[in-house]
């Protein structure tokens, strides 16, 4: 297995709604991250996780909620977001941190905040 | 700052023909660049990574050059194809923390449109 899967492809949440996003990989990755993406622009580091722990959170507002269950597992937890949070969320894993060997990206969710 | 410019913005080819994308950037201290190719609403996937001592890397129809005294690379695509529209980003990774993470640095993206 040499994916990342996100779930869901596509997610509509109101501004009041608590959703999650999950990622998932099973090559043995040791570091997971979070990513926004607008359209046209480049992605955005959201979070890192290395060897499950947060070790970057980029100043993230605090509606965005990073959880690592284990070494598998990223979840993102959303709650009242606004509507300028409609994006592409997209999750990568790398072997490790440092030499981010085996960088993969995950197909995204997309994301609307209505 | 650390800044990774590419170029052009965007490109329109026949199908066939030849293209070269530029990537210049001004990160330091530099681990490697990698070259993605994102379809839209989908994630980035890679085609090439390279480090400080390879010049060149080639994947399939798609070769990376590098020149880390001019930091500047450059992704040729051969024999271009309608699959191949998409955007490429250029990606330079930062060492940061000694060494201990690497960050990701990524360009703008050049977006390629293969016409029949």
């Known amino acids: 297995d040499t994916e990342v899967t996100q779930t869901p492809k596509h997610l509509v949440m109101g501004m009041t709604n608590k959703k999650s996003l999950k990622c998932e990989q099973h090559?043995?990755?040791?570091?997971m991250y979070w990513y926004k993406q607008k359209a046209k622009k480049p992605p955005e580091l959201m979070f890192v996780?290395?060897?499950?722990?947060?070790?970057i959170n980029e100043s993230v507002p605090s509606r965005f909620s990073p959880e690592c269950p284990n070494s598998s597992l990223l979840n993102l937890h959303l709650h009242a977001l606004q509507p300028e949070d409609s994006a592409l969320y997209l999750c990568?894993?790398?072997?490790?941190?440092?030499?981010?060997?085996?960088?993969?990206f995950g197909s995204g969710t997309r994301l609307t905040v209505v | 700052k650390n800044q990774v410019e590419q170029s052009p913005q965007s490109l329109i080819i026949l199908e066939g023909k030849n293209c070269t994308l530029q990537?210049?950037?001004?990160?330091?201290?530099?681990?490697?660049l990698r070259w993605y190719k994102q379809d839209t609403g989908r994630g980035p996937v890679s085609l090439t990574i390279?480090?400080?001592?390879?010049n060149t890397k080639s994947n399939g129809r798609y070769t990376a050059t590098l020149d880390a005294d001019t930091k500047q690379s450059s992704l040729h695509i051969t024999a271009s194809q309608l699959s191949d529209s998409a955007s490429y980003i250029c990606?330079?990774?930062?060492?940061?923390?000694?060494?201990?993470?690497?960050?990701?640095?990524f360009g703008t993206g050049t977006l390629l449109a293969v016409q029949p």
């Open positions: 990568a894993s790398s072997q490790d941190p440092g030499q981010m060997l085996g960088y993969t």
């Open positions: 090559m043995g990755h040791r570091a």
């Open positions: 996780y290395s060897y499950e722990k947060l070790s």
């Open positions: 990537c210049n950037y001004t990160v330091s201290p530099f681990s490697n």
């Open positions: 390279m480090t400080f001592s390879e």
């Open positions: 990606v330079v990774s930062l060492s940061i923390y000694g060494g201990a993470t690497n960050k990701l640095i």
